[in-house]
């Protein structure tokens, strides 16, 4: 053990995917379009995000935009948060990106969805930040296909605040509440489910990410981020 608590010698291991795993997940997603998983990443590799994201918090994070590419903008009213894009700059990043790869294979055996790549950024809540409700893709207007958010708040309680309410379609009252609880990860259909961050009480971390298809006609992807 090192100080932070983290067993190094399990840190060479693989973090890979029980095919089981990957069999209920796609299960959900066919039958109900998501799926709220508790303590999914090998405790080590949650950590070690945690860690980086904490670190990477401080200086290399920017106030997050709504929309895309040059239509992007920072609008406060809608989200407060700050990100980072994962570019697997480090062998933790490159953990976490190569244990989504291996979930969007599976799900492509499993569901043929076509799943294409996967991008992702560290998220940033300080005390009193939110994202107001939005849907993370417009039917037909754009390529992302399933959404992901990984939580890395050790020790979060109710008082924290800064749950994620998932809504069917227009209803009022939300499907599900997901405090953003260490290791624990929901997916979803992102032209599906409307979503909202409560204003968080204490610094709150995760990362979100989006499964794409290509849907240009062309060779060219749209490009990303
Ligand atoms: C998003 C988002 C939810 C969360 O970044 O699009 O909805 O719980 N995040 O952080
Ligand atoms: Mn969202």
Redesign the pocket.
Known sequence: MNLSGIDMTQMTENADLEEQLIDDIADALAQRGFIHLQHLLPKWLALQLMHEAQRLAAFEFKPAGIGRNNHQQVNSQVRT?STLWLRGNSLTQQAYLDWMEQLRMGLNRRLFMGLFDFECHF?H?STGDF?QR?L?AFKGRSNRIL?S?F?LNPHWSESDGGE?LLYADEQPSPLLV?P?EFNSCILFLSDVFP?E?LASHSDRF?I?GWYRVNSQSSDRLDPNQ
């Open positions: 948060d998220s809540y994202y939005h993370d959404s958010v939580y994620l997901v953003p979503h961050v995760s979100a």
